[in-house]
């Protein structure tokens, strides 16, 4: 699922050479002032480790070259640098020359180079109208936004051997109590050396032959091998906002590669997004570009191919995307854990989190599916001593009053046999223990994974990232440039939106939203029509298998076709909330997710989920009764449940659409790219052979390949948190979609990755400490769970009134037991009985019963707590519906507050952070305190040497 920060995680890698991240201080600007008079030492010290490429110590055995270093020849062949061979690539434009956007991009284009980026075009291989508009930032340029934009890079920390360093923070080892090494050297000082207590086992320095592979340990399943991973050298320093004042502090070996490939891509990105392309209008960014078609494309190039003709086991590894390949996205490898690391150096903080996410999220799905099963088995084996069905399937002698009007017959219980003991297996004494369960396991995994993010955050440098840093939307910029007021943090004026502006614009939005959910309650109203007339269709149907089936095939047709109308309604949603979060004219791009997020999930969740609410607690529970029907608009008879319980509806309405949801969406997101890449690859076959393809420079390849989703990881959440909602919210209903979803999570992941590192061009690297708004989502459906779990057992299951029967009305009555031989005669206590001359014209059926007993029907049975027709208030309630009821209502409360009770304990005695996490955080605190205390205490020490000297010069020389 994911790899565990205590062992299981593979060493990242920046900008090619191989970093582990340890717990380092974080932020230092605040002494870095008083480290500006220590001498710092003049040359790089070997014991500190490189920030740089990826490399081999033997080049023999690696295939993962200096980027820096490669042949110029070599340069100009693989497509990822310019044309001489030494300007690595970051950012691909592309555009038609036919498009009539010249003007614009012109502007564009000038302004780009005005910023200091180094451009160059080429012409398409496969079509001359197509030009690619390479970009490289020199290291002058890459300096000033990476300051700008607060970029966190590693910076050298001071060596304690050197004159008047006063002091350095390293990793030592310790044995019995004394020091060992020093970054990998046994050296005596008799300066204070602070040191981190680590929390692995310490390995000392050896060559790593990051190339070598060791093959494959399937005796260790659902673990990350390191041994086929490369074993990448330890980088320890601390990281820091880079600052070009202080520039000496940082540990620069190579400017060229001292920011990785995905740090320079984002630092392009974030200028792309700043640059006019009008002049004298405030019009500017990419992204408006990209909407007006006056470029077609923009992306970082992938660091090559995927695939290798030698084997990665012998070989190494080509490139980076070539080591995911081999190492998380092959389905060979759908057992092992996922390198969180290194899919976040390369993809990005926020698409590791998704997936450190899902991995979480898939492993806790392990118990959930594991009693899912065992209450789905204990169903099973108790099937053939269940006192219910058994009465059901006996119940040959009664006769059931028709389900709908005119063309439904008459019906024997027994006929409902099937269904009862389905029924059995989903509804049992053991639904709720797991429906408590659940809930105390959405509590749980939520507790856990917020400890999971906390180290997560820690260990990728993401503690001290806050949405101050972030930049505000060009469109908020562009919207609002006239109005200004200071930002209380940075100190700087930035745009501003009126409260009024803002308020009215929230408005119109919620109306627009009101507006989406009245359509969704429309659109499960016409599933309604269509159930309550088909059903009476199918029952006039010819064929004997769909007529003796009539209300299965009118629950099957409703369910396939309110499939259909979700997907078609989610298109119109995904366009109308676009529409009103761009009216909102949120101020970041986070904001901007977060309300886009909101509203989507908000449509789509009571899009897929509305139609099973009607069914679990409106469906049968408002029909009246024989002779007096409720009926829609004056005409069609509500539907009734089926003679064996509304359960076995919610379990198909459940089945059905997670299996065609989640079938669907692994189409769309590897089908229909698959698809599309195919023909693209058909189509260069044709025109330009088999060798063709493999010829095209790396932008070539990229720009083939399907664009990466334009809302991000929206979908990716979007499926999964669903998903979740159905593995919560109806879960005693259908206690095996925790294993539906544990089954299809395997191969979401390993299909997400693929699909990431395959099919899709390379997203851009954004940064994100956690999953945002989806956490509250979370949280909220956990809550939501609870009280369809408790309204489900308590109205839709029979456990309630089996319940108050074993206790009041059976044959145990007043015994306290309620075993199964307590519950003979609750079928005959449930039904009751209706006169057949009373009913309705219209709803009187055609067939009046003969072919049970030769003779017409005088009575029929109806599942209900009526009295009999000769009773003084005929078809009255029985004060055995109040017992139900009442018992109903305790249930609900009971069960809401203990459950309740459990998940605030829970959350209570579960802290969001480790221990050992915390400890470490508290002393690295400390640790900065006596940095900052041993520098100012050198300062004044030298200061009073200073003026000790001069006093004495000063002596000597007087007369």
């Known amino acids: 699922m994911e790899a565990s920060s205590s062992g299981s995680t593979i060493s990242s890698v920046t900008g090619g050479k191989a970093k582990t991240h340890q717990p380092v201080a974080k932020d230092v600007n605040i002494f870095f002032d008083e480290l500006e008079g220590v001498n710092s030492p003049s040359k790089d010290d070997d014991s500190l480790l490189h920030h740089g490429n990826l490399t081999s110590t033997s080049d023999d055995a690696s295939r993962l070259e200096v980027v820096g270093e490669e042949v110029p020849d070599k340069n100009k062949t693989n497509g990822l640098y310019f044309r001489d061979g030494k300007c690595r690539i970051d950012y691909i434009l592309v555009y038609r020359k036919s498009n009539p956007q010249t003007e614009k991009r012109e502007v564009f284009e000038r302004n780009i180079r005005a910023e200091g980026l180094q451009m160059e075009k080429e012409s398409s291989l496969t079509n001359s109208d197509i030009i690619f508009v390479k970009l490289h930032a020199p290291w002058e340029v890459l300096g000033k936004y990476a300051e700008l934009m607060n970029v966190r890079m590693p910076f050298r920390p001071f060596n304690p051997f050197s004159a008047g360093a006063p002091c350095i923070l390293v990793r030592c080892c310790f044995l019995n109590g004394h020091f060992i090494e020093i970054n990998g050297r046994s050296r005596r000082s008799r300066r204070k050396i602070y040191y981190l207590h680590r929390r692995y086992k310490f390995m000392n320095r050896i060559e790593k032959q990051i190339s070598r592979f060791r093959g494959w340990l399937p005796r260790k399943p659902m673990k990350l091998d390191k041994e086929t991973l490369p074993d990448l050298e ?204 659940m809930a105390v396991w959405a509590t749980v995994f939520l507790e856990f994974w917020k400890r999971r993010r906390a180290v997560i955050a820690y260990d990728w440098d993401l503690i001290d990232w806050e949405e101050e840093e972030e930049e505000i939307r060009p469109q908020f910029e562009a919207k609002y440039s006239k109005k200004e007021r200071m930002n209380p943090i940075s100190g700087k004026p930035e745009p501003y939106q009126a409260f009024a502006d803002k308020c009215s614009r929230l408005i119109v939005s919620a109306s627009g939203i009101f507006f989406m959910i009245c359509v969704v309650i429309a659109a499960v109203f016409g599933i309604v029509i269509y159930r309550v007339v088909t059903v009476s269709t199918f029952a006039a149907f010819k064929w004997a298998l769909i007529r003796n089936n009539s209300q299965v095939a009118t629950t099957g047709t409703a369910v396939c076709i309110n499939f259909c109308i979700i997907m078609l309604l989610n298109v119109l949603y995904e366009k109308v909330a676009l529409f009103l979060t761009n009216l909102e004219q949120p101020r970041t791009e986070s904001e901007w997710e977060n309300s886009f997020t909101l509203k989507m999930f908000l449509f789509q969740f009571v899009n897929l989920n509305s139609s099973t609410f009607y069914i679990a607690f409106f469906l049968g529970r408002f029909t009246g009764h024989p002779g007096a029907y409720l009926r829609l608009i004056n005409r069609w008879r509500l539907e009734e449940c089926h003679p064996s319980g509304c359960l076995i509806d919610l379990c198909m309405q459940m089945g059905i659409i997670m299996v065609l949801k989640q079938t669907w969406n692994n189409f769309m997101e590897l089908g229909y790219p698959l698809i599309q890449n195919w023909w693209t690859r058909r189509k260069l076959r044709q025109e330009y052979g088999t060798q063709g393809k493999t010829s095209f420079p ?201 459950v309740f009770c459990i998940k605030h304990l829970i959350s209570y005695l579960i802290p969001d952070l480790p221990k050992d996490l915390r400890d470490r955080m508290r002393r690295e605190k400390y640790l900065i305190q006596e940095m900052m205390y041993e520098a100012e205490l050198e300062r004044l020490q030298k200061e009073r040497k200073e003026r000790k000297k001069n006093g004495k010069s000063y002596h000597n020389e007087w007369p």
């Open 234 to 437: 330890e980088n320890d320093c601390y990281t820091a906002p880079f600052s070009q004042q202080r520039i000496h502090h940082f540990i620069i070996h190579n400017k060229d590669t001292f920011f990785n490939n995905a740090t320079r891509s984002r630092i392009v990105h974030h200028i792309l997004q700043r640059v006019k392309y009008e002049e004298g209008k405030n019009k500017i960014g990419l992204n408006r570009l990209l909407s007006n078609g006056s470029y077609e494309a923009a992306f970082p190039l992938h660091e090559g191919s995927y695939r290798s003709k030698n084997s990665i086991k012998t070989h190494g590894a080509e490139n980076h995307r070539h080591l995911l390949y081999e190492c998380w996205a092959s389905w060979g490898v759908w057992y092992k854990y996922q390198p969180l690391d290194l899919v976040r150096r390369y993809f990005g903080e926020k698409i590791g989190l998704y997936f450190a996410w899902l991995g979480w999220y898939t492993g806790m799905l392990f118990p959930a599916a594991f009693i899912g099963l065992f209450v789905f088995l204990y169903g099973v084996t108790t099937l053939n001593h269940c006192q219910v069905s058994k009465e059901v399937c006996q119940a040959t002698d009664i006769i059931m009053c028709p389900i709908c009007d005119k063309y439904c017959p008459f019906m024997r219980l027994s006929d409902s046999c099937i269904y009862a003991k389905v029924t059995h297996l989903f509804d049992n004494g053991a639904t709720v223990f797991f429906a408590v369960f």
């Open 698 to 898: 790396q932008w070539e390849k990229d720009y083939n390949l399907q664009p990466m989703n334009a809302y991000g990881l929206f979908d990716e959440y979007l499926e999964m948190i669903l998903q979740f909602g159905f593995t919560t919210i109806f879960v005693a209903a259908f206690p095996l979609a925790p294993l539906l979803a544990l089954l299809n999570n395997i191969i979401e992941i390993r299909l997400d990755a693929y699909k990431f590192v395959t099919q899709w061009r390379r997203p851009l690297a954004s940064r994100a400490k956690d999953i945002g708004i989806w956490y509250g989502i979370l949280e909220g459906i956990g809550i939501l769970s609870v009280i369809t779990n408790a309204f489900v057992i308590a109205v839709t299951s029979d456990f309630i009134p089996r319940l108050v029967y074993a206790y009041k009305y059976g044959p145990c009555a007043g015994q306290g037991e309620a075993g199964q031989k307590c519950m003979v005669g609750y079928v005959n206590a449930s039904l009751s009985v209706f006169l057949v001359s009373d009913f309705e014209n219209r709803s009187e059926p055609t067939s009046n019963g003969s072919e049970f007993s030769g003779s017409p029907l005088k009575y029929c049975r109806y599942r209900d707590y009526r009295d009999p027709p000769h009773s003084p208030v005929p078809y009255g309630y029985t004060l055995q519906f109040w017992h139900v009821l009442a018992a109903r209502l305790a249930f609900i409360i009971v069960f809401e507050h203990l």
